[in-house]
Structure formats: structure tokens, C-alpha cells
């Protein structure tokens, strides 16, 4: 079998570059390793720049995005008993984010592969990269108990953290930067009416909580816990309990509860792999770096890379032009340490450090003060939040 591109990894940026791709006349076949149905179980991010916004339209994925999709024009930090009130749409001359859960957009991005005749093969097992430092790279997998290969022009990564791609470069061509924080989030879904119409990060002395979304009948909350706890220990009864205490008396009191239907642990890690790029071969989303969740990067972040990746390989095929994918990992890294940086601030800023003591609590309510108190320092936070331009 031969295409132009194989893309390893059927998440957000490997849907996204298909879709693009196979819009471009560009031949692609994607490599999952799970079913179609197990990667739509997976809950994840939920908030989304305009520019990600902007790239499923432009994949032509973007309709029930603008539909069901909630727009959102600021968010509150709840710290001390208060509420403040950050005016993204205000502070960055009229931008805002959308409320839209990855899921959707994954089910948005499949549909529409599945319409415009584009390739997945799911439960491909033991996928392989090779000669990717050379001109004729492949692909091998295995399907049903036989070993397939693809030859191609490109290899894309976009196989996420634990992936096989960024495992398969030697090792001394790569730099990894990595920071593991010492506590995680226990995050739950139910289906009540969220307890404000914006998302609300609370900074508390039990810890971090935040209140969001994924419609206006079902919310996503989490709370910051140790990174021994266990979630059978987690109760629907103690998350509700716990959550109130973090937040304000008028939240805590206003606050609808209900069951579960979803539970789940995420540990918390900053993470880049340096280059992106290695001869033939692409790292792009989470399969080259992770942020921290805090301000919602993850997802746009791997929007950004593939914009960067796309339109290096459109010019490759379309144009004869090498200079996209030469400047693709620079490009993509200048961004994304921006966003590691940005993610990284949010975390030490809103969440409990018990290493830091005394004096790293004092410098994070300082911080916090600061913020409220002055425009320059949110507007710098809201420019971030919404997304640095591509
Ligand atoms: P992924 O979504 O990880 O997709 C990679 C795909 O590759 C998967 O479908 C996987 O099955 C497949 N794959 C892996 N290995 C192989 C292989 N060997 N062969 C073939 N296929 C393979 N971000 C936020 O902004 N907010 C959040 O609240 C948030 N919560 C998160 C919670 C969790 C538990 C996790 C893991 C991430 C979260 N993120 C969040 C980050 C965000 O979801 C990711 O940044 C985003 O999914 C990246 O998309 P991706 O396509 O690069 O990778
Ligand atoms: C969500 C996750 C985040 O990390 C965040 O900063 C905002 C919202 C969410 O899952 O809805």
C-alpha cells in the first residue's frame, strides 16, 4: 500500500490533519490503535480559542461547534471569600473562547472524515515507523493477525503522550524539558445546571477547584487532590463536599448536585520534546509536549501545531516549497513554549503547593492581589486565555 501522508493517531490533531490533508488532494491514511468508539469515550479538554475554532471550520467541522458550542466572554477566580470577574472579550478587543468538549469536536472531525472518503484504520496494533532519517519512509502495523505496510512520502506523530512515535528517534537527536507537579485533579460530569454561566478557578487553602462545562445542563468540576488518593475513595457525596468548601459562600450554597456519570483521576505535567521534526518524521499535539490543564492549552496547542504542519506540507506538494516543513518545528515550538509558560503560571498561581511553605503561599496571594488590582496584569492573562495568535 503507498499514500502521501500516514498519519499515526485518529485524536484532535491527527483528525484535524487528515481532514485538512484529504481537503487538499492530498492522499492520508490515519493509524489508531484503539476502536472508533473507545477514543469517543475518552473526556477531555473543553474550551476552545478562536483560532482552533477557526480550523474546524476551515475542515469543514465547524457546524455544530457554532450551533451547540457555548461562548464564553470571561471567567472568575474565586479567591478570600471573592469573586473575580476577568473580561476576556473586554481586555483583548472583543475575543472570547467557546465551550465545546473534545468529544464533540472528535465526533465532528470523524463524521466528516467518514463523509469526504477518508481512511482510518482503527485497532491497527503494534504500529511501527521506519527509515523515517531517509527519503522512503513506511509504516507497519498489524491487523487481524498480519503485518501490513504503507510507504509514504511523510510520517505525521499525532499519537498523543504515550504514543509510539516520539519513541521511535534515537535517542541523542532528542531534548526532552519536563516538570511532574505533585498533586492531580479529580474531575467529575453530571448532568445539573453549572452553578454560574462562566467557569469559575478557585484558589483556596484546601486547594484548587474549578467550575466548568460542557452544556448549560451539564457540568464539569474538579478539585485538586493528593496524588496517592484513590477514585473509589471519591464518593459523589464527598466530591460535592469538598468542591463547596473550596469555593465562596454564595457558589457553595447556589451549587446544584447530582450523580456522576463520569469519575476520573489526571496526574499534572508539563512536557516539550525538542525538535519536532526529525528528517521525515512530524511530532504534533500532545504525542511532542503536554501542558498542565490549568487554562485549557492541551487541545489548542495541538490546533497550532497542525496549522504550522498543514501548511508546511500543502506548500511541499502544492507549491514545491520546502520552507513550511524546515521552519516546522520552530515555529510550532516558539508557540508552544509560550503556552507551556502561560500553563505553567496558571497552575503555580491558583493551586496549593504544600512544599512551597509560608513564603511561597504569601508571594501566591500576592500574585492574586496584584491581578485584581491591575488591568495591565489581566489584560496579559486574557490575552494568553484566549489564544496567542498562530
Ligand atoms: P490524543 O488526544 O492523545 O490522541 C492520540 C491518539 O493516538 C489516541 O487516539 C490514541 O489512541 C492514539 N495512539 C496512541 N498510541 C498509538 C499507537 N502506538 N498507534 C496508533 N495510535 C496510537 N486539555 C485541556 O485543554 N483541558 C483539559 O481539561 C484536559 N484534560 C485532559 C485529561 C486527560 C486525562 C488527558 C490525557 C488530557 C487532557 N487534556 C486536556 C489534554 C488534551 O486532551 C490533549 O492535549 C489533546 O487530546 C491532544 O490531542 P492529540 O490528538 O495530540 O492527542
Ligand atoms: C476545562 C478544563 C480546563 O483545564 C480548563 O482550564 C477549563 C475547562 C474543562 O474540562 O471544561
Redesign the pocket.
Given at each position: 500500500m503507498r499514500t502521501q501522508v500516514v498519519i499515526?493517531?485518529?485524536?484532535?490533531?491527527?483528525?484535524?490533519l487528515g481532514q485538512l490533508l484529504t481537503d487538499a488532494g492530498i492522499d492520508n491514511i490515519i493509524?489508531?490503535?484503539?476502536t472508533k468508539d473507545?477514543?469517543l469515550s475518552?473526556?477531555?479538554?473543553?474550551?476552545l480559542e478562536e483560532g482552533m475554532a477557526a480550523m474546524l471550520d476551515e475542515a469543514g467541522a465547524g457546524e455544530r461547534m457554532h450551533r451547540e458550542g457555548l461562548k464564553h466572554d470571561g471567567f472568575s477566580i474565586a479567591f478570600d471569600g471573592g469573586c473575580h470577574r476577568i473580561d476576556l472579550h473586554g481586555l483583548t478587543g472583543g475575543k472570547r473562547v467557546i465551550v465545546y468538549g473534545?468529544t464533540e469536536v472528535?465526533h465532528d472531525l470523524m463524521d466528516r472524515r467518514e463523509a469526504t472518503g477518508g481512511v482510518t484504520i482503527y485497532e491497527?496494533a503494534?504500529?511501527q515507523p521506519h527509515d523515517f532519517d531517509g527519503d522512503r519512509p513506511y509504516v507497519t502495523?498489524e491487523k487481524d493477525g498480519v503485518t501490513h505496510r504503507i510507504d509514504c512520502d511523510f510520517i505525521a506523530g499525532?499519537?498523543?503522550?504515550?504514543?509510539?512515535?516520539r519513541k521511535s528517534v534515537p535517542e541523542g537527536a532528542i531534548t526532552t524539558y519536563e516538570r511532574v507537579y505533585p498533586f492531580g485533579?479529580l474531575?467529575i460530569i453530571s448532568d445539573v445546571e453549572p452553578v454560574s454561566h462562566e467557569l469559575i478557578y478557585a484558589n483556596h487553602p484546601r486547594g484548587f477547584a474549578l467550575c466548568?462545562m460542557r452544556s448549560p445542563t451539564r457540568i464539569?468540576y474538579?478539585v485538586q487532590v493528593g496524588l496517592d488518593e484513590k477514585i473509589e475513595d471519591w464518593s459523589d457525596d464527598r466530591f460535592w463536599d469538598e468542591i463547596r468548601r473550596r469555593l465562596p459562600e454564595e457558589q457553595a450554597q447556589a451549587m446544584k448536585t447530582g450523580p456522576s456519570i463520569e469519575k476520573?483521576i489526571?496526574p499534572l505535567r508539563s512536557f516539550v520534546a525538542e525538535p519536532l521534526r526529525f528528517g521525515r518524521l512530524f511530532l504534533?499535539?500532545?504525542?511532542g509536549h503536554?501542558?498542565p490543564?490549568t487554562?485549557?492549552?492541551?487541545?489548542?496547542?495541538?490546533a497550532s501545531?497542525i496549522r504550522y504542519l498543514f501548511d508546511g506540507l500543502r506548500e511541499y506538494y502544492q507549491e514545491k516549497s520546502k520552507a513550511g516543513i524546515d521552519a516546522y518545528s520552530q515555529r510550532a515550538l516558539a508557540r508552544v513554549w509560550k503556552a507551556e509558560r502561560f500553563s505553567w503560571w496558571m497552575t503555580k498561581t491558583l493551586h496549593l503547593f504544600p512544599d512551597d511553605g509560608a513564603f511561597g503561599q504569601k508571594i501566591q496571594h500576592a500574585e492574586l492581589e496584584y491581578l485584581f488590582s491591575s488591568v495591565a496584569a489581566q489584560t496579559s492573562l486574557a490575552e494568553n486565555y484566549v489564544g496567542l495568535p498562530y
Open positions: 499515526i493517531g485518529s485524536g484532535p490533531s491527527g483528525l484535524l493509524l489508531e490503535r484503539v473507545y477514543v475518552r473526556i477531555r479538554a473543553g474550551v473534545q472528535t491497527a503494534n504500529v502495523y499525532c499519537d498523543g503522550f504515550h504514543g509510539v512515535s485533579w474531575g466548568s464539569r474538579y476520573s489526571a504534533a499535539g500532545d504525542a503536554i501542558v490543564p487554562g485549557a492549552k492541551g487541545l489548542n496547542l495541538a501545531d
